[in-house]
């Protein structure tokens, strides 16, 4: 089992920054892949960023050169730096980790608003 806990959302204005936070634990050997993903109301949830244990990313298009996804495997925590945030970026932001046997664990996210 892999546990995920998000922190770090909020209400901001249009142009500003946030950094989302996600703690881990459980059994993390097991991940090959941590994400961040989001879900606007009434849309279907999508991959914002993701990276590997390599330290590969992906950035959906609409996030790159704005989001930044990055961990700290000293201290299990993965998180998702997000600059010049406008409205469409309001959604609930789920930490998503994919294990090598093919498991998905999701956290309960946490929701960011930006006001234009």
């Known amino acids: 089992q892999v546990q995920l806990v998000e922190s770090g959302g909020g209400l901001v204005q249009a142009g500003e920054s946030l950094r989302l936070s996600c703690a881990t634990s459980?059994?993390?050997?097991?991940?090959?892949?941590m994400s961040w993903y989001r879900q606007a109301p009434g849309k279907e949830r999508e991959m914002v960023a993701s990276i590997t244990n390599s330290g590969s990313t992906n950035y959906a298009d609409s996030v790159k050169g704005r989001f930044t996804i990055s961990k700290d495997n000293a201290n299990n925590m993965v998180y998702l730096q997000m600059n010049s945030l406008n409205a469409e970026d309001t959604a609930l932001y789920y930490c998503?980790?994919?294990?090598?046997?093919?498991?998905?664990?999701w956290g309960q996210g946490t929701q960011v608003t930006v006001s234009s």
């Open positions: 459980g059994r993390l050997f097991s991940i090959y892949r």
């Open positions: 998503n980790a994919f294990e090598y046997g093919g498991q998905n664990y």
